[in-house]
């Protein structure tokens, strides 16, 4: 396969962003993005027949349909590795800056996850690999971070992979909106995608709304007030964006929404045309295409927000070329943004939606026993030797546990659409 160059302009070619000094640095955005889900899913039907609940609450009240199950054999880590494989097979390795994971789920609270994740791709050592944190939008921190390296130094690239398992525990009121999953997000210069708007809002506030203890593997989370400080953060978010980039909602074509669980973006849509709409109702035809994805996986904490945004690219029917598109990414704790982007002309050829939706289609339903008995599987922790079944259906492998380290092997049965099928045979298929 040919080697595509970091650009095929002049790096320091500029993109006219609109009335700000930014016009002055080079376009930088998203490049390629890639997601990745376990090969089993739990129908929500299935746990509201368990849990005697009304399935109406489930698909109408949280707006979920299925929720992603993690194997046994794999975690974070695996999943961040199989997301970031499509992105790496048409791109010169030593143009790669670095590798960032964005995570709430890390499995070590020293080495960064990423480093195992380069070393699984067999990643070139002058790549950089770190781990960044801040519940559900330390995923955005990182993609401003890669943003800002990238127009630095315009001839390199940064992969972002954001990469989580959401887990509340069963039978808790969290119970519906878990889910797992990976999104890696190529940012580069003229990027192929989406070009970023340099301007954004932050909310940073010391809250209790969520929180995961070193000692826990099941977040705590006070849902009802989330929700609240979700919505509080959107509101100065956003007006710190229009402060500084001058922009009204008017200006924003689509809106991809931090997504815990899709009812969520309707929520915030509604509440951010209530506050700054100017008497103007809001449209869910701006949002719609953004949850599909997302109804189908369940929540991915830093993901949500990054699958939201490919499951829009993918799904609209429109052509959104020339489109600017408003983001909010929140962070429990808590920490939201909003920014902004504009979506490039020809994105639609470097989409890897065929790949997307068979990886999805042939995910295999799980009943609720089988959902229990995978939930309740636990790594030792005395570093005893222990040796994990072969159940996932990637490359990747968390194959077990050798004196308090964790072995991955690259082993697996690799049973992949988005890696072993082309996109011509996938439409066949
Ligand atoms: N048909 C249709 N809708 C129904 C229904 C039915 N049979 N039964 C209930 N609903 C609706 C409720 O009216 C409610 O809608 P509303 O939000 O518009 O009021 C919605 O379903 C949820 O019901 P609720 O009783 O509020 O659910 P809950 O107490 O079980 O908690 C969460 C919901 C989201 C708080 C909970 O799942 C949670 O804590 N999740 C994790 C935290 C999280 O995701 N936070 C988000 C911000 S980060």
């Known amino acids: 396969m040919a080697i595509r160059p ?31 889900v376990p090969g089993q899913y739990l129908p929500l039907e299935e746990l509201a ?33 199989e997301a970031a494989r499509p992105l790496l097979t048409d791109i010169d390795l030593s143009s790669l800056d670095a590798v960032i994971l964005a995570t709430e789920s890390g499995v070590d609270q020293s080495k960064a996850g990423a480093i195992y994740i380069h070393g699984l791709l067999d990643l070139p050592s002058s790549c950089k690999a770190f781990e960044v944190k801040q519940a559900c939008c330390s995923s955005t921190a990182a993609l401003q971070m890669a943003l800002a ?73 006070d849902g009802k007030y989330s929700i609240k400080i979700y919505l509080e953060a959107l509101e100065n978010a956003f007006q710190s964006y229009q402060n500084e980039s001058g922009r009204s909602i008017d200006d924003l074509y689509r809106f991809c929404y931090h997504l815990p669980f899709t009812r969520m973006g309707e929520k915030a849509h509604s509440f951010l045309h209530k506050k700054f709409g100017a008497g103007k109702p809001e449209t869910f035809k701006q949002i719609e295409d953004s949850g599909i994805y997302n109804r189908q996986i369940g929540n991915c904490y830093t993901a949500a927000l990054y699958l939201a945004i490919t499951s829009l690219l993918e799904n609209e029917a429109e052509d959104l070329s020339g489109k600017r ?13 909003f920014f902004s982007g504009k979506v490039q002309a020809g994105y639609r050829d470097h989409l890897l939606t065929h790949q997307h939706q068979a990886l999805l289609a042939s995910r295999e339903p799980l009943s609720i026993e089988s959902y229990e008995r995978m939930y309740q599987h636990a790594l030792p922790i005395d570093g005893e030797e222990f040796q994990n079944p072969q159940h996932a259906r990637g490359k990747f492998r968390l194959a077990g546990i050798e004196a308090h380290r964790r072995i991955y092997t690259a082993d697996g049965p690799d049973h992949i659409p988005s890696i072993t099928a082309s996109a011509a045979e996938l439409v066949e298929a």
């Open 325 to 337: 598109i408003g983001l909010f990414s929140y962070g429990s704790g808590c920490m939201g943004t």
């Open 149 to 221: 390296t990238v127009t630095l130094k315009p001839t390199k690239r940064i992969l972002v992979i954001a990469s989580d398992v959401a887990r509340y525990g069963i039978l808790s009121a969290g119970e519906p909106t878990q889910g797992a999953g990976a999104v890696a997000i190529m940012v580069s210069a003229n990027p192929r995608l989406i070009a970023m708007d340099p301007e954004d809002g932050s909310y940073t506030r010391d809250v209790m709304d969520f929180w995961r203890p070193n000692y826990r593997d099941e977040a705590l989370v």
């Open 49 to 81: 027949k368990a849990r005697d609940v009304d399935v109406g609450k489930f698909h109408t009240g949280l707006g979920q349909e299925k929720m992603a199950v993690l194997s046994p054999d794999e975690d974070i880590i695996t999943l961040a590795a």
């Open 6 to 36: 970091t650009s095929q302009n002049s790096p320091l070619e500029t993109e006219n962003q609109g009335n700000h000094p930014s016009s002055a640095i080079p376009s930088v955005g998203i490049d390629g993005l890639s997601f990745y």
